[in-house]
Each structure stands twice: as C-alpha cells, then as structure tokens.
C-alpha cells in the first residue's frame, strides 16, 4: 500500500468510502452485513487505514456498520471520517445533536477526520450563517480532542468554493473533491484543485471512478490505453491519473464486493502515475468524447435576453449535458433543485423565441422539455 504524509500522519492512499456498501435485494437501507464486515477486514488487513463514512449513507445505516466492525480493532490503528450533513437543510440547526449520535453510532470517542459535507448552492448560504453556530461547534470538538481534523467536502461552483474558503479556509486542513479525468473539464475539476492548491489544503478524492462509470471505457479510449501501457487494467488508469497529481493525499473509492477491494489495493500496491503526455492525451480524448455527446452551447447567452420566463438556458443546458452523458446520478438534479423555482427547466412555454437566436441551432424548448421530465423538476 501507499502512503502518503499528512502533517504528522501516514495515511494510505486508497481510502474506504463506505456509501456504497454490499445491500441486501438492491436495497441501499439494508447493508449485507456479513458482506461488508468482509470488505473492512480485507481492506484493513491489507493496507488501509482511512474509512470515511457519513450521517446519511446508506440511510443512516453506514455509521453503524463502520462503527460495528472497525471498533474490533485498535482505535489508534485506522483513521475514521464522518461528516456533517448540512446537504439537508433540515439539520443545518441540529450540529451538536447529530454530532454526539455519530459518535455512538461510530463507536468512537473522537472522529480522526470530519467534514462539513457537500458545500453547494443550495445551502452555501446556510453554512455561512453564524446564526447556527457549525464552525464554531465543530471548532469547539477539536478543542476538546473530539476532531482531529476538519475538512469539506464539495460538489458545488468554483465561486461556491471561494465563498466558503473566503469565510473558513483559514479553519480547513483538507477538502475532498469530484475529481478524475472524466470531470477534469466537464465539472470544471482542474480550477477548483487550483483554488484549494491556492489555499494550501491538501486534496482528498471522492469519485474517482465516477460512481464505477470509469471502470469500463470506450472503444477508443481503450484502445489508446493499450498503446499506451498494455498491462493497466482500465480501473487502474483513473487511479493512475490521480497519483499523478501531487495535490491529492487520499482517494476514496465506494468498493461494493470483495473482488473490488482487492483489485483497488493490489492497484495501490504501486506507484505508476501517468506522465505528462499520458495524462494529456487522457484529457484530450475525453474532452473529444464530452463535446461529441452533449449539446454543443457556447454560452453566448444570446438565448436569455429572448426568452420570456427569464430562464438561465445555458446554465440549464450545462447540467442537461452533465446528467445525459453520465447517465444520470445526484449532480444535476441537486443543482437544479437549488435554483429558484421559477428557473427551473419546466417553465420553459415552449414559444422557440431563443431558438431563433441560437447560432448553433439548439432545439432549446425540446432540451428544456426533456430535461425537466428525465429529474422531475
């Protein structure tokens, strides 16, 4: 296993995500218990060290399996992470309640790492508000030896992440990004570790594999992979990109059965980052690939100075592209639920007045309709 230094820490590259546990009957509420007791115990054995759980993976239930079973082991040996989950604006007033019930749940005295979770649009606002008191209680837990360490984690804007930097960086030792060669452009990757870089904060990886789509690849990409390093299996090439990136200390990587466990591990059993030229030609294909798929907008905005419901289309267009070509997932769905309700995609009236001003001859109304029907919204 690799590891890798975090102030007086070694901590193994390969992480634990503990949101995508084996389930029982398809049924994420339900860990197979005996399945994932497995997982730990093969992955602790082997190596890792670092387990990240979180209030609401799982349905709650992730916290008590990685309290279940890592409390067999030594507290000093492995490192566990849990998270606040401001992402509901439902708890963004409970933080000492959730706190202290994670803690049992865990079965632990003090969490090693913990983070303020999933700093987007929809509750940016809510996190910065003093008037519920997170920083400061989270800041009061690492006083008292309850927190080691504090971080954040993020799927929101670029300009999301500098508020929040703007108002905590200061109290930040890490933050845990979407980050592969897939997201590296298409979600605007590469600015927001530029930023985090820019604040001195060590990266964690959350999504290296985006959710197990980057386990298989296309035709093309594969082919270029072979050319270039005939024995990585393709899993290995995400993983291989990140360990190219001196920025990045953890990779958290959601291992459903035992055979992805080990398969992980024997891939960070060495150190093959991808050099320069290898990691670009990544880029380029996929970037090709991205703007092959998705609706060619250039953000010429020319569109919403005609569209009578004052709809943002090319923001719009953008989380289109990014729920249609990942075959879906939470993103776009949590995007568009944070913006005001008469800006969402089913308000469009269907008039084509923007279609008659796109240069690229976008059926707007058609996305639009289509959009709103694919998340519900």
Same mark, same amino acid.
């Given at each position: 296993?690799?590891?890798?230094?975090?102030?007086?820490?070694?901590?193994?590259?390969?992480?634990?995500?503990?949101?995508?546990?084996?389930?029982?009957?398809?049924?994420?509420?339900?860990?197979?218990?005996?399945?994932?007791?497995?997982?730990?115990?093969?992955?602790?054995?082997?190596?890792?060290?670092?387990?990240?759980?979180?209030?609401?993976?799982?349905?709650?239930?992730? !916290?008590?399996?990685?309290?279940?079973?890592?409390?067999?082991?030594?507290?000093?040996?492995? =490192?566990?992470?849990?998270?606040?989950?401001?992402?509901?604006?439902?708890?963004?007033?409970? @933080?000492?309640?959730?706190?202290?019930?994670?803690? !049992?749940?865990?079965?632990?005295?003090?969490?090693?790492?913990?983070?303020?979770?999933?700093?987007?649009?929809?509750?940016?606002?809510? =996190?910065?508000?003093?008037?519920?008191?997170?920083?400061?209680?989270?800041?009061?837990?690492? #006083?008292?030896?309850?927190?080691?360490?504090?971080?954040?984690?993020?799927?929101?804007?670029?300009?999301?992440? &500098?508020?929040?930097?703007?108002? =905590?960086? /200061?109290?930040?030792?890490?933050?845990?990004?979407?980050?592969?060669?897939?997201?590296?452009?298409?979600?605007? +990757? !590469? #600015?927001?570790?530029?930023?985090?870089?820019?604040?001195?904060?060590?990266? *964690?990886?959350?999504?290296?594999?985006?959710?197990?789509?980057? +386990?298989?690849?296309?035709? !093309?990409?594969?082919?270029?992979?072979?050319?270039?390093?005939?024995? #990585?299996?393709?899993? +290995?090439?995400?993983?291989?990109?990140?360990?190219?990136?001196?920025?990045?200390?953890?990779?958290?990587?959601?291992?459903?059965?035992?055979?992805?466990?080990?398969?992980?591990?024997?891939? *960070?059993?060495?150190?093959?980052?991808?050099?320069?030229?290898?990691?670009?030609?990544?880029?380029?294909?996929?970037?090709?690939? @991205?703007?092959?798929?998705?609706?060619?907008?250039?953000?010429?905005?020319?569109?919403?100075?005609?569209?009578?419901?004052?709809?943002?289309?090319?923001?719009?267009?953008?989380?289109?592209?990014?729920?249609?070509?990942?075959?879906?997932?939470?993103?776009?769905?949590?995007?568009? /639920?944070?913006?005001? #309700?008469?800006?969402?995609?089913?308000?469009?009236?269907?008039?084509? &007045?923007? /279609?008659?001003?796109?240069?690229?001859?976008?059926?707007? &109304?058609?996305?639009?309709?289509?959009?709103?029907?694919?998340?519900?919204?």
């Amino acid at each position: 296993m690799i590891y890798r230094d975090f102030q007086d820490l070694k901590l193994s590259g390969l992480g634990l995500g503990m949101m995508r546990l084996p389930v029982v009957d398809g049924n994420d509420a339900v860990i197979d218990e005996a399945a994932a007791a497995e997982i730990i115990d093969y992955a602790y054995k082997n190596g890792v060290n670092y387990f990240d759980t979180a209030w609401g993976y799982h349905s709650g239930n992730s !916290e008590l399996v990685a309290g279940k079973f890592l409390s067999r082991y030594p507290r000093e040996t492995y =490192y566990l992470a849990s998270k606040f989950p401001g992402y509901d604006l439902s708890n963004i007033n409970k @933080v000492k309640e959730i706190f202290e019930r994670q803690l !049992e749940k865990c079965r632990t005295p003090y969490f090693d790492f913990y983070l303020i979770h999933n700093v987007y649009e929809g509750n940016i606002d809510a =996190y910065l508000d003093p008037q519920y008191g997170i920083i400061d209680y989270l800041l009061r837990q690492k #006083e008292n030896g309850r927190i080691k360490h504090i971080g954040f984690s993020a799927h929101g804007s670029v300009d999301v992440i &500098s508020r929040f930097l703007a108002a =905590y960086g /200061e109290h930040m030792e890490f933050c845990q990004l979407q980050l592969n060669y897939m997201d590296w452009h298409f979600q605007n +990757a !590469e #600015e927001k570790l530029a930023l985090v870089r820019n604040a001195n904060i060590p990266v *964690w990886v959350m999504e290296p594999l985006r959710g197990g789509k980057l +386990a298989s690849a296309s035709k !093309e990409l594969s082919a270029e992979f072979e050319k270039m390093r005939p024995d #990585e299996s393709i899993p +290995a090439w995400a993983f291989r990109f990140l360990q190219a990136i001196p920025d990045v200390t953890v990779v958290l990587s959601g291992m459903s059965n035992l055979e992805q466990v080990k398969e992980n591990i024997k891939i *960070w059993s060495e150190n093959k980052p991808l050099t320069e030229c290898e990691f670009n030609k990544v880029i380029e294909i996929i970037d090709s690939q @991205v703007s092959k798929a998705g609706v060619p907008c250039t953000q010429c905005h020319y569109c919403t100075s005609h569209c009578p419901k004052g709809l943002p289309i090319p923001e719009l267009i953008a989380l289109y592209n990014e729920h249609k070509i990942t075959g879906g997932g939470f993103l776009a769905p949590m995007a568009v /639920e944070s913006m005001p #309700e008469n800006e969402r995609p089913a308000n469009c009236v269907g008039c084509h &007045s923007c /279609e008659r001003v796109c240069p690229q001859g976008i059926m707007i &109304s058609r996305i639009m309709k289509e959009f709103s029907e694919m998340i519900g919204m």
